[in-house]
């Protein structure tokens, strides 16, 4: 049988691709100065992030972790996409694999009447901001976040997408 990617809800058998994924991406490819115990959501992701309007997502290659993607439901009808990683051979256009993970965390904000989507990135993920922009996300200040946003020590650059309604701020309608 050939493998194919699907994308799947997280569940704890999934708990160490994960973290291995995340901290190799990190650390390895993009120099990043951060630690597993910089990041104590990646322990608990039931407990944090599917929870309320939150989920999160995994991108399995047969039986291998090779993308993430979660929503941290931060009140309002606002979510914030957090830990979106693919490997760097899944990444591009031969698997989607992006493209896959971000169309299933907007379809599920979509369902559940989320207004706006909000993100936090570093300035070295440039493929990254590219790839956010040209799916309809705009950059945005850190000083127009939700005071609920959570701002990780490493994000310098913001974005917003609005699934659905109005964004009175910006004058202006946009539906997924």
């Known amino acids: 049988?050939?493998?194919?990617?699907?994308?799947?809800?997280?569940?704890?058998?999934?708990?160490?691709?994960v973290l291995e994924?995340?901290?190799?991406i990190q650390q390895k490819e993009y120099g990043i100065a951060i630690t597993?115990?910089?990041?104590?959501d990646l322990?608990?992701?039931?407990?944090y992030y599917q929870k309320g309007n939150g989920n999160f997502w995994v991108a399995l290659y047969g039986r291998e972790v090779v993308g993430?993607?979660?929503?941290?439901?931060?009140?309002?009808?606002?979510v914030a996409l957090r830990k979106m990683f693919v490997?760097?051979?899944?990444?591009g256009a031969t698997f989607k694999t992006a493209s896959l993970l971000l169309q299933t965390a907007l379809r599920w904000a979509k369902e559940r009447s989320m207004e706006i989507v909000y993100l936090g990135t570093t300035e070295q993920f440039l493929a990254a901001h590219r790839f956010y922009e040209k799916n309809g996300f705009t950059p945005i200040e850190m000083n127009e976040l939700p005071k609920t946003f959570p701002v990780l020590q490493v994000d310098r650059k913001f974005y917003k997408y609005v699934v659905s309604g109005r964004d009175y701020r910006m004058g202006y309608s946009a539906r997924l």
Request: charge should be negative; proline fraction near 2%; aromatic fraction near 6%.
């Open 68 to 78: 993430t993607i979660s929503l941290l439901d931060i009140g309002n009808q606002h």
């Open 43 to 47: 322990f608990m992701i039931e407990d």
């Open 36 to 40: 597993k115990e910089d990041q104590p």
């Open 87 to 91: 490997q760097k051979e899944f990444r």
């Open 21 to 24: 994924l995340i901290l190799h």
């Open 1 to 17: 049988m050939e493998k194919e990617l699907v994308v799947k809800e997280y569940s704890s058998e999934n708990k160490t691709q």
